[in-house]
Every structure is written in C-alpha cells, then in structure tokens.
C-alpha cells in the first residue's frame, strides 16, 4: 500500500505542476491516471446522482452512474432512497435493464436473483438447487449498498463510508448553496426526466470549467453576448459584458460566481440607487417568483439575503462533477427567461463522459411559468442550447490535443491568480475573489483533485 501511495504522488507530480500552476495536457488522455481517478475521486467522492422527486412513490426507481459503476437510485418501503451497485452478486449481471421505472422487486434476467428496492435480497427461483452448496447468508447476497445523503432533495452518493459527511464535504460553501438549493419551504422539483449525451472528452475539461471560468464567457459564447441573450448591455470600456465581473467564492474545491443585478433598470426608471431590500424586490433571483420571495426572506439568514440582494450567486460547480447554472437565459421572443440547471458529468473512459442535464423549478411554481423555465432552459443550458453547445465543442478538441505525442507535452496554465480580496459586507464564508474573473477558483479544483488523488488509500 505504501509504495501505491509513492507511486501516486510521483506520477502525480508528473501531472500536475504545484509551484508553477501549470497541468499538464496528457492529464486529459492517460488511461492510468484516469484508472487511479475512478478509484480514489469516484470511489470515495460526494457524487449528486437525481433529484427525489424523481422517484416520489414506493418502488420508483432510476439508474444513474457513480464514475463507471451503475447505481439503481430507489424509494424503499421505508420511505427513504437507497442507492445500491447494479451488479449482481450471482454473476455480475446487470440486475436492471431500464433507465427508470417502478418495481417493488428488481429480478435478475440471467438466473432470476431477486432483490427489493433497497436492495436487500429476496431469494432466487428453484432456489433450494440454485442455493445448494452457497457459503453466504441471505443477508450477504444484497446489493451493495452506497452511503446516501439528501440535500435540497438532490441525492448524494459515496462509496467512502466513513468518509466526512455531506457538511463537512461543503465546509463552507454550504452556505452559498442553501441560497440556491434550500431557499423555500417546499423546495425544488425536477422538470421531466434528464437529458443525457456522451461527450467525446475528458471529464475534466468540464470539472474544471465548472469552477468559475469567467474568461470564457467573453469570447466562446461571444455570439450569444452579441445577439443580447446573456442579459445586460456590453461594457464597451472594458469590451466585455457584466457577466464577467462578480465575486467568485471557491472552498474545498467547490465554486459559485456571484453577479450583480442589472441596476440600470433602477436608474433608467428613476428610482436611484436601491437598498438591498428594493433590490431584491426588483431583481429575485432567477426562479424566483414574487409570491416565493416572502419564503426566501423568511428561510435565509440576514447574511445570506444581504448575499442574495448584493450579487446572487448564479453559476458555478460542485468538485468533482457538477456544473451548476441557475441563471436567466434567452426566449426565443427575445425576452428572458429563468433556467435551473444542473449538470453531472460522468466519466466514461479517459475519453469520454455522460453529460447529464437537470431542469428544476421550485415548487409551487404556476405551471405556465414552468413552462417558460423549460423553454429558457432547452434553448439556453439544455444539450442543444446555445450556450452549452459552445462549451462542448471545445472540451474533445482539448482532449484530441492530449492524444499527440507533442500536444501532451504541453501544459495548462491558471497563472491568472489574482488571490482573495472580500469586499468589506461579504460574509465570512469561503474564499472570495472580487472583480474580473480569474484563475483562482479553477486552480482551487485543481488543488483539490490534487488533494483527493494523494490523500493516503
Ligand atoms: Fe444474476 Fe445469475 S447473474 S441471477
Ligand atoms: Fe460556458
């Protein structure tokens, strides 16, 4: 074990350039690394995996990924979700076939091993033949079963059973993360089933995407600024739109950009400058209507409104896998319109990965209004959106890069570090980088990959 770890950090330190902040390319291509990558982020990582009101009824069930390994997601007679490996202890066979559905038991195709949703077992046909001879006790031929946490009734997942809790795994940017996830007293609701596409790229060009890269904003998704679909005008000073100025908050590898409102609506209409109170009324963050706002200001604490009035927190990640994009996006009668997105992106091969796409709404919110958030969604953030179509075109040609003998020798730079500068009323909380968008929340991810690959098996 010991000379597994040595090896770990000296490939490691082959990768990743601590003192210089530089990542080298072939880290996007190496079937080793990214051996050692399902082993010690997958395996032992906080992984977001559906949303309960997915599977709102006894026997509900979906199938999700944890890394490569297939997980069926189930609502239990219990009530609770379960999260058990669909492998079967028999032969290994796949136990469920389909993606989602209901079954108060899941059987086997091959020998017809039975299991419930919580994935303890039932018994097998013929069983006194087919169980003849077998070492094991009923209780030890259940599914194996995944340690599994809700959070804003988002289902999170570990194999790391006794690894730090959900808490703990935010640290700080929890936080941040109830203004998005826990702001209601209902709480939030999937809008359909996911949208799912594999990707032929790294999992990592989207990881560490996800944490805060602003700078990209101005130039790949130059064209959805320019026809006036990512809201507010273009700085001509500065030659970029507000959306590249925020505070960028990063912990534990986590990340959220928090960005203003427009107040130029305020001026243009006379009002002056607004107190965070008006603000608020005037601009709720997107998903928000007015007839929730009176619960976001009763369930969020007096720091976490002024938060909310100053500059919401709107897009980010969650280390490893998550892209988190609650932001107002394009109509197509040119209005805008809100979109709550989440993206998982599972590895799939060194290659390739399973890009998931989540729309919610709170709920509550009247269907009409449903409606619109899912048409902002699909044609801003969905598989096909403008916005996230950029953003897939450029993550397999960095990958390509990775697959010539001389493109990996090149490096990945975050030297853009412009370290942490709170501005005086932020909270406390996590590390905050005010201003234009830079490196440092992206080589943040990257210390905590660092971090998690090296951490003692
Ligand atoms: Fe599942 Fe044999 S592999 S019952
Ligand atoms: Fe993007």
């Known amino acids: 074990l010991n000379s597994r770890n040595d090896y770990v950090k000296e490939a490691m330190s082959q990768f990743i350039d601590l003192e210089n902040r530089e990542v080298s390319v072939a880290a996007l291509h190496d079937q080793e690394l990214y051996e050692l990558e399902l082993e010690r982020i997958f395996a032992k990582a906080w992984l977001m995996i559906g949303h309960e009101t997915e599977i709102p009824n006894v026997g509900d069930y979906v199938v999700r990924l944890m890394g490569e390994d297939q997980v069926i997601v189930a609502r239990a007679a219990d009530g609770q979700v379960h999260v058990s490996l669909n492998v079967c202890p028999h032969r290994a066979m796949h136990v469920c076939l389909s993606d989602s559905g209901n079954a108060r038991v899941q059987k086997c195709i091959y020998h017809g091993w039975a299991f419930r949703p919580d994935g303890s077992f039932i018994g097998a046909p013929i069983e006194r033949e087919q169980m003849h001879g077998n070492i094991r006790t009923k209780e030890q031929l259940g599914l194996k079963k995944a340690r599994v946490q809700l959070y804003g009734g988002l289902v999170f997942a570990t194999w790391n059973h006794d690894g730090p809790s959900l808490d703990e795994w935010f640290g700080d940017m929890k936080f941040y993360y109830d203004m998005l996830f826990c702001r209601t007293d209902k709480g939030l609701e999937v809008l359909g089933p996911p949208q799912r596409l594999t990707i032929d790229a790294n999992w990592k060009t989207a990881g560490e995407q996800s944490a805060c890269d602003g700078f990209h904003t101005l130039t790949l998704h130059g064209s959805v600024i320019d026809i006036g679909a990512m809201g507010g005008e273009t700085d001509t000073e500065h030659e970029s739109a507000p959306a590249m100025y925020g505070i960028n908050l990063s912990g534990n590898g986590h990340s959220l950009r928090c960005i203003a409102a427009d107040t130029s609506w305020a001026l243009a209409h006379g009002k002056g ?3 965070p109170e008006e603000r608020l009324e005037a601009f709720p963050p997107p998903g928000i209507t007015p007839e929730l706002l009176p619960e976001v200001k009763r369930n969020m604490s007096a720091e976490q409104l002024h938060v909310l009035a100053k500059a919401p927190p709107v897009v980010g990640g969650m280390f490893p896998n998550m892209n988190i994009l609650f932001i107002y996006s394009p109509l197509r009668d040119g209005t805008l319109g809100s979109a709550l997105v989440l993206h998982s992106i599972m590895p799939k091969g060194p290659n390739h990965f399973e890009w998931t796409t989540y729309y919610f709404a709170e709920k509550g919110t009247p269907e009409h209004v449903k409606v619109m958030m899912r048409a902002a969604a699909t044609l801003g953030t969905g598989t096909s959106g403008i916005i996230e179509q950029d953003d897939s075109d450029t993550w397999p040609h960095m990958t390509e890069s990775a697959k010539g003998v001389i493109g990996r020798t090149e490096t990945m730079k975050y030297q ?26 992206q080589w943040e991810w990257w210390l905590a990959y660092h971090k998690l690959m090296t951490a003692e098996a």
């Open 416 to 441: 853009a570090i412009l370290g942490e500068n709170r501005p005086a009323d932020w909270p406390d909380k996590a590390k905050v980088y005010e201003g234009f968008g830079k490196d440092d929340a």
């Open 273 to 275: 400058e607004l107190t």
